[in-house]
């Protein structure tokens, strides 16, 4: 069993900037990846930013060169750093744990982005 806790939304106007955090359980194997979704109200659950085991990085197109996703390992933290924010990033932003057969998610944090 893996346990995430998402921290760090809030509210910011747009053109700010936000940094989410993710804090793993520790686990005795790691994640194939660990991702940020987020889901608007009323739309669904979309995919914003993966980092892999071995450290590669895909993002979503509608955050590339806005948002990065980085981890340290040695604190079991993936971070999403969000900046030029959008009114339209407005979401809860989930942090995922992708394994072979199994996800793990956290409970969600609420971000807000007035303009």
């Known amino acids: 069993q893996v346990q995430l806790v998402e921290s760090g939304g809030g509210l910011v106007q747009a053109g700010g900037s936000l940094r989410l955090s993710c804090a793993a359980s520790k686990s005795a194997f790691s994640p194939n990846s660990m991702d940020w979704y987020r889901q608007a109200p009323g739309k669904q659950r979309e995919f914003v930013a993966a980092?892999?085991?071995?450290?590669?990085?895909n993002y979503a197109d509608s955050v590339k060169g806005r948002f990065t996703i980085s981890r340290d390992t040695a604190k079991n933290t993936v971070y999403l750093q969000m900046n030029s924010l959008k009114p339209e990033d407005t979401a809860v932003y989930y942090c995922n744990a992708h394994y072979m057969l199994i996800d793990y998610w956290g409970q969600g944090t609420q971000v807000t982005v007035s303009s």
């Open positions: 980092i892999t085991s071995g450290g590669s990085t």
